[in-house]
Structure formats: C-alpha cells, structure tokens
C-alpha cells in the first residue's frame, strides 16, 4: 500500500510555459513534505520542502502547494526551462521519509 | 566538495556471491542511509544509521546487511545476492536524520544474474 503517490509518470511541457507536478498522500500523520530533483546517472538532490502548517513555499521559480485537506501536494515551476528535464519525487515525513515513484518532466525547448 | 561517494557505480554479480558496496560522506553527517529505487516502487528504505554503531531496518531490510564503525562510512552488505536484488541503490546522509533534507549519493546500479 502506497502512502504517497506520484499518479503522473511523465509530463511534457514547453519552455517558459508552467509545470505542474503532482503528489497525492495517504497518511495524515505526515507533517513535512519535500521535493527532490534526479537527473540521469546522479542521485537526487533537495529542491523544495513545506512544513503542514503552511500551505505554501516559493523558492525562486519553484513553489509549493500544501493542500491538507485533500491531502494533495504539488510543486509548480514557473517558467520552466530546459535544463529543468530531470525525474522529481516528492517524499513525505511522519518521523521516517516516504517517497513517492517519480514523475519524468520533459522540457522542450 | 560537500558530497556522498558510492563505489561501485555499476556492478554485475551472479548470484549467491558476497558483496559490498561502499558509501562515504564528507560533511560529517550523523545520519546516513540505504535506499533502492525500483520501477514503480519510489525510493525505499533498507536500512539506516543515526550515529556510529547505531544502525536499525528500514522498509526493506530483507537480504542486506550494514555496519557503521567510523562516522563517515556506511557500507552495505549482500551476503548471498539474488536477482530480486537487482536494483539502483543510493546512498544518502544527514545532518538530521531523515525528516529533512538528504544528500544523496550518484547511486550504484546492480544486476544479479
């Protein structure tokens, strides 16, 4: 049983337009949520994180979205650009990380 | 360089042969981890580390071993490899533990035939 999904495995987007990943939960007792970046041949590495008392954290042309309720997370990139091409996941924190299954976003130029 | 080192990037084995795969970090981190990534399973758990000879199961501990006898390594153990095993690990530490940010190593690709 899954506790966090990534429903999209891929997304395709063009240049300066916006992405929008997505990452649903299932477990309510998560209280910190992070997002990493994984290009080919190299671990991940941190991009963005949001504590559940906010619903909202922007770093630069990443922000994101905390929806407690429905228990659904996403990160927008704004604009996005090519070098943003890379496999994202989102992981979930209830005193141990869960991680989602990755979403491949494709940026063309 | 702040970074995470594995060795080796690529391996290939057959099964029921000993190996190990090395993990070293350089930032003095307390917390360190195993993780396998397989299609459709996310990143997973096998094992972690809060401290020198503090180590304790993850999600997935079956069929793995660790030790941690010096801070910065973390080496993990295939004692008899099988091709269930097969699999991309990464390595990761923490200054934290596993509630924040992570620094993860570039991964080792294993096949076991």
């Known amino acids: 049983d899954q506790q966090v999904k990534q429903n999209s495995p891929s997304l395709s987007v063009q240049e300066g337009r916006i992405s929008i990943l997505n990452c649903d939960y299932t477990n309510s007792m998560f209280d910190y949520f992070l997002w990493y970046k994984k290009y080919p041949a190299e671990g991940p590495t941190f991009l963005i994180s949001?504590?559940?008392?906010?619903d909202k954290n922007e770093d630069g042309r990443f922000t994101v979205f905390l929806n407690k309720s429905a228990k659904h997370l996403s990160l927008h990139i704004v604009p996005s650009q090519p070098g943003d091409s890379a496999v994202y996941f989102c992981a979930a924190n209830a005193g141990k990380s869960t991680f989602g299954d990755g979403t491949t976003l494709t940026v063309k130029p | 360089e702040a970074q995470v080192t594995q060795n080796p990037r690529y391996l290939i084995t057959v099964t029921g042969k000993k190996l190990t795969v090395t993990c070293s970090q350089n930032m003095n981190h307390e917390y360190m981890s195993w993780y396998r990534q397989d299609p459709g399973l996310g990143l997973r758990q096998i094992y972690y580390?809060?401290?020198?000879?503090?180590?304790d199961k993850g999600d997935v501990p079956e069929g793995y071993k660790v030790s941690r006898k010096e801070k910065r390594n973390f080496p993990l153990i295939l004692e008899s490899p099988s091709p269930n095993q097969t699999s991309l690990y990464f390595c990761?530490?923490?200054?934290?533990?596993?509630?924040?940010?992570?620094?993860f190593g570039p991964g080792t690709r294993l096949t076991v035939t």
């Open positions: 580390s809060m401290n020198v000879e503090v180590t």
């Open positions: 990761a530490s923490s200054p934290t533990g596993d509630l924040y940010e992570q620094y």
């Open positions: 949001i504590s559940s008392i906010k």
